[in-house]
């Protein structure tokens, strides 16, 4: 015991031979070395024979934590760990066997016992042209081609009360004229388009104002004294204005502090007099321009120490550790009042995993940052997306990865819709390199045989070609007393998306099909196999119950009952069946 603050380095090591690894694995990325600040942050490391997996799990332990892979071993820990007089606090860490050897397997497994698992329901993307040309209205078009639930609008560039200013926050408190402006052309998205979600950028950590000290208890102040900016390009402020003391300065909530209190008041200005439905936050938990405050106000379990003395050199804040409560606080505050939070590159907590309705999204490029995360996606790369092609290669480099695609750039006119408007909606119960699968839908690029347990739907499958472009393909789907699954063999850079559609067929022995045709009225089968079977489809009620249903070239009429249609066939090698509804 002491009555002092004690300071604590902890490391969690694993002994291997490094001439047993076939593969190592730091925050997700094949490397070695040493790796702080991961938004996922885990180790990982295979023999010929098995892996494992071992992660940080409490808040605290993933936000200090330290990962490391060098001759000594590989290892987790914290070197900033410190705890007051007469306090305690548990580390908590798991270790995950893999018999598969399979970095996906152990992230799968991590993802389910922890319950970090949730949905999108649609997709999403930006629909604004850019900071300073953001009063679009999207044509009918524009979101039908992408697949769009959700649309974002971009930082507020050149603001409508003063267009030497530039808004990244939530300093829209600030300036009315902005609030009007962004009001009106809500008004306008929802007069044409009343189911769509409209979400704006906001960089809650940084806010444009000549008088940081109005926010005085809640500055992010680096090692030097000074209170942090975020570095400005011209373009969001004007040299007359930065030299009059216009800066983004970069402040952080947490209870109790000013900051806090506007932040929880803009949420009302936001929803409620704009109109709009929540954020899309951009640097939501990863600490612009440092993760560390030395402004005084300390978090209870950090410090910098005395690498050799093992000592507390100084007691500081964590800007995520203090953030946290009053950033789940806001998020609920949007989502009480029926609006969507996206929070873009954020620092996986279990804390902020629990809150299942948030979004997450990492910033413009693929990687492992949100394989910790209940889901993930990846904003596309705006420099890059110019051709129908380059939307295509962005949304496989994110697949890669086990990432859907956010739209970010590519204002042009779609000729048709490509993989990126077929990914949702998806609850994301399994990631891997190519692929991501939920009980929605699955989304790959892998060659290989596919299906859901226990679930006898037969399959709708949307094929693409190396371009991104439709693709007619020849994919099997196979109906046994195993179940329902479809084999699927691509060429390079081809992909498909799988959808159970509420049509299944009963048969006394296996039947390869393929279905050529499907709405939620009217079916085309093409089928191969032998004997009795019974097709059943869910065509739901309507005016009229009666259907034309083709088959062995026979057509005849039938009559659903309570919204499904079951007809009995006798299958005698191929055969086609037509069901189409009586107009």
Known sequence: TTNADLGLMVYNDLKINPGEVRESRLGGFERGGRLENVFSPSVFLADDNTGVGFLPIDDVFVIQSVLSSDLQGWGIGTEKLALAPG???????????????????????????????A?????????T?????????????????????????????????????????????????????????????????????????????????????????????????????????????SNERQ?????????????????????????????????L???????????????????????????????????????????????????????????????TVVAN???VTRSISNEKYIIHDSESGAGPQLH?????????????????????????????????????GGQFDYPYRSLASRQFPMTFEEIRGGMVKGPERIVTMNSGVYGWNDDRRLHWIYAFDARGAPLEHNFVTTVDGAGVRSELIFEADQSAVIEPIPVELLSSSPVNLRVSHYTDRSLELDLHGQGKAQLTMLVGDSLSNAYHVSSSGETTTR????????????????????????E
């Not at 109005?214 to 942090?228: F, I, K, L």
């Not at 954020?279 to 978090?299: E, L």
């Open 87 to 117: 306090t305690s606090h548990t580390l908590e860490w798991a270790i995950y066997p893999t018999g598969s050897g399979d970095y996906y397997d152990f992230i799968n497994t991590f993802r389910t016992v922890e319950g970090r698992i």
């Open 559 to 582: 009559e659903a009952s309570e919204g499904v249609l079951a007809i009995s066939l006798q299958l005698a090698g191929k055969s086609q069946v037509s069901i189409k509804p009586v």
């Open 277 to 339: 439905d929540g954020g899309f936050m951009d640097g939501f938990f990863a600490g612009y321009s440092g993760r560390w405050t030395y402004d005084g106000r300390w978090d209870g379990h950090s410090a910098d120490i005395n690498p050799a003395t093992k000592t507390i050199s100084q007691k500081l804040g964590s800007v995520l550790l203090l953030s946290q409560p009053s950033m789940i606080q806001y998020c609920r505050k949007i989502h009480d009042k029926g609006g």
């Open 129 to 237: 042209d850019g900071p300073k040309d953001r009063d679009q209205i999207p044509e009918r078009e524009f979101i039908e081609e992408r697949g769009l639930r959700y649309g974002l609008v971009h930082g507020l560039a050149g603001i409508a009360d003063d267009p030497s200013l530039s808004i990244q926050g939530v300093e829209f408190i600030d300036f009315p004229k902005e609030r009007q402006r962004l009001k009106d052309q809500v008004a306008k998205i929802r007069q044409a388009h009343p189911d769509f979600k409209i979400l704006v950028h906001i960089a809650h950590s940084l806010y444009c104002t000549n008088d940081p000290d109005r926010y005085s208890d809640s500055q992010v102040v680096g090692t030097n004294g000074e209170q942090a900016i975020w570095g400005v390009p011209d373009a969001y402020i």
């Open 119 to 127: 949905t999108i329901d649609g997709g999403l993307g930006f629909f």
């Open 372 to 408: 910790l995360a209940p889901t993930a996606t990846a904003l596309a790369n705006p420099t890059g997306v110019r051709t129908m092609k380059d939307v295509y290669r962005n949304v496989l480099e994110n697949l890669r990865w086990g990432e859907l695609f956010i739209y970010y």
């Open 243 to 275: 030299e009059a003391g216009w800066k983004f300065w970069i402040f952080y909530p947490t209870p109790g502090n000013k900051f806090h209190d506007v932040m929880m008041r803009s949420v009302d200005v936001l929803i409620d007099e704009m109109g």
């Open 345 to 347: 590159n954020t620092v």
